[in-house]
Every structure is written in structure tokens, then in C-alpha cells.
């Protein structure tokens, strides 16, 4: 089945300073991936849609210029949270969608300590 | 935003069968059903999808009422491994917002 890697599994960066995180899918094109943000005990938000060859589209709320998204191809899209705050300090997840199935696939996640 | 609401929490003894409940009323006509579930500190995994028909797969059955306002997600033997939050969407196949609502933590029981 359709596989979506995801890098690193966890981070721990000092404050002020930059993380990337990336986002594959394996074995599919994926034109549209999501980025999602999760604290302890709470549900996956929505933070932005990506578009291969495209701006993202960020819900409200969500700071473009903080949280940087790339998807300069179909099979990669990156997450740079810039500047990252203790605040930031939270489970990241990366969906993509296969135009040949209607599924949404997940990463596994990457957990982000800012210290 | 999410479209479906969910019980906060369920429990279910191992080996029978579990049986989560959604409710969707607000559901669109080309909009489907999705299951996904999550195992603490993981990424959600696919579970099952549906349209109109009940749908059925190796690991869960979905029931779709007529009107397609609510659904029902159903393990028929519950392990332990399955113990998990469990979400249902509701979204365009093609759309760009696939939305989480709280989910239901399922726990199953020895």
C-alpha cells in the first residue's frame, strides 16, 4: 500500500533556531499533502495544505511566515518551523493523498522539543 | 472544521465485537466516510472508507445509514492491540480540508 515517510521521528532544537521536516511518499505521486499539529491528549489540527508547484494554504490562525512550507515535487514536501519557541514544542504529522486512491495517507509523525 | 461527532470514550472487553458510533448529519452528497485510528505517539492509520453502501475490509466493517447522517465502525473481534483513538471524517475525495474531529478512545479489556 501507499507509504509516507517522514523525517526525523523526533527533533530537539534550542530556541530560536530552525527545524525542516520532511514529508515522502514512497511509492505514489502525491499532489496534495497536509500538515498537521498535535498536543498531548488533543486531536490533529490542520495546519496547512500543500499543492505540488503551489503556495500552501494555511487555516486561520496558523502563521505562514512561522511555519514554512515547500512541496517542489510530487513526492516531497518539507515543514521549516522557523524561530521555534518552546511553544512549538509538538507532534507533527504529514498526510499525502494518492490521486489514484481516494485515501489519505500519514506519516509517522515527528515529535519536536524546543528547549 | 470537523463535521462529526463522536462518543469521547469507549470500552469494549477482547474478543467482542466493538462498535463506534458517528454521527455526520451535516454530511454532503459527494462526501465520504473515513475511519482512521490512532495508537498513542503514532500517525493515524487507515481503517476503511465508505460512500453509501456498507463497506467491509480484513479489518473493520463500516455501516452507512440510509440517510447518511450517522455511520457505525465496527471491529468484530477487539484485541487488545486494538485498543486506540479512533476518528471518523467526513470529506471530498479531491478536496483540500481533511479535518479531525475529538475521536473516540476505545479501550479494550482483558
Known amino acids: 500500500g501507499a507509504v509516507v515517510s517522514q523525517h526525523p521521528s523526533w527533533v530537539i532544537c534550542k530556541s530560536g533556531t530552525s527545524v525542516k521536516i520532511e514529508c515522502r511518499s514512497l511509492?505514489?505521486?502525491?499532489?496534495?499533502m497536509f500538515w498537521y499539529r498535535q498536543f498531548p491528549k488533543q486531536s490533529l489540527m490542520l495546519m496547512a495544505t500543500?499543492?505540488?508547484?503551489?503556495?500552501?494554504?494555511?487555516e486561520q490562525g496558523v502563521e505562514k511566515d512561522k511555519f514554512l512550507i515547500n512541496h517542489a515535487s510530487l513526492t516531497l514536501s518539507t515543514l521549516t518551523v522557523t524561530s521555534a519557541h518552546p511553544e512549538d514544542s509538538s507532534f507533527y504529522i504529514c498526510?499525502?493523498?494518492?490521486?489514484?486512491?481516494?485515501?489519505?495517507?500519514f506519516g509517522s509523525g515527528t515529535r519536536l522539543t524546543v528547549v | 472544521d470537523a463535521k462529526t461527532t463522536q462518543p469521547p470514550s469507549m470500552d469494549c472487553a477482547e474478543g467482542r465485537a466493538a462498535n463506534l458510533p458517528c454521527n455526520h448529519s451535516?454530511?454532503?452528497?459527494?462526501?465520504?466516510v473515513y475511519w482512521y485510528r490512532q495508537i498513542h505517539s503514532q500517525g493515524p492509520q487507515y481503517i476503511i472508507h465508505g460512500l453509501k453502501n456498507n463497506e467491509t475490509n480484513e479489518m473493520a466493517s463500516l455501516i452507512i445509514t440510509e440517510d447518511r447522517k450517522s455511520s457505525t465502525l465496527i471491529l468484530p473481534h477487539a484485541t487488545l492491540r486494538d485498543t486506540a483513538v479512533y476518528y471518523c471524517?467526513?470529506?471530498?475525495?479531491?478536496?483540500?480540508?481533511?479535518?479531525f474531529g475529538t475521536g473516540t478512545s476505545l479501550t479494550v479489556i482483558p
Open positions: 511509492d505514489f505521486q502525491a499532489t496534495t
Open positions: 500543500s499543492n505540488e508547484g503551489s503556495k500552501a494554504t494555511y
Open positions: 498526510s499525502a493523498r494518492d490521486r489514484g486512491l481516494y485515501g489519505y495517507t
Open positions: 451535516t454530511i454532503s452528497g459527494n462526501e465520504y
Open positions: 471524517i467526513v470529506s471530498f475525495p479531491t478536496g483540500n480540508q481533511f479535518y
